[in-house]
């Protein structure tokens, strides 16, 4: 199979499973809902690398602003990244950058990887957080309270899962 269509197939499935993981959505009593993405948004970035894991998020993005209700809780529009989960879909570029990145340092260290991949996760958490305080007119430490210290142990778990899989799954298909 020809490499360019083998990318465009790699970028379709990870952006289908970017949105079929986005509305797996548990509400929770403030505006973030509990999601899949955080999971599949480092493991696109560590199987595919950053440039197609980029396409791949950017593709699940635009559908999403199109108004195909492919964000968390069926929403669609451009209105969700200027609402209070905003921050964080606008996040997921670093992150899934980053973990592209450190995907290069699978076969040598995953320790290297981690960190590449847990300095996008920071940076997502970031965006998320300034997005969230100034939605709900909050300070940075309340919105970080609300909004992201519920979720940091169980995204670096997905980080963590996301590695090992993806590099489980290199080294088979290699």
Do not use: W
């Amino acid at each position: 199979m020809n490499n360019r269509v083998k990318s465009l197939i790699e970028c379709g499935i990870f952006a289908a499973l970017i949105s079929v993981l986005s509305l797996i959505s548990i509400p929770l009593p403030f505006a973030v809902p509990l999601t899949l993405q955080s999971f599949i948004i480092p493991l696109a970035g560590f199987y595919l690398g950053y440039k197609k894991g980029l396409i791949s998020f950017l593709v699940y993005l635009f559908i999403g602003i199109l108004g195909i209700p492919v964000f968390s809780s069926l929403q669609g529009g451009f209105y969700v990244i200027l609402g209070p989960t905003g921050g964080f879909l606008l996040g997921f570029i670093p992150y899934v950058i980053l973990a592209g990145i450190g995907s290069k340092q699978i076969n040598k260290t995953k320790i290297k990887s981690f960190f590449f991949g847990l300095s996008g996760l920071i940076l997502c958490h970031i965006f998320g957080i300034a997005q969230y305080a100034l939605y709900s007119c909050q300070n940075f430490l309340s919105a970080f309270i609300t909004c992201s210290l519920p979720f940091i142990l169980k995204d670096i778990v997905f980080l963590f899962s996301a590695l090992v899989i993806s590099a489980k799954i290199k080294k088979r298909l290699i």
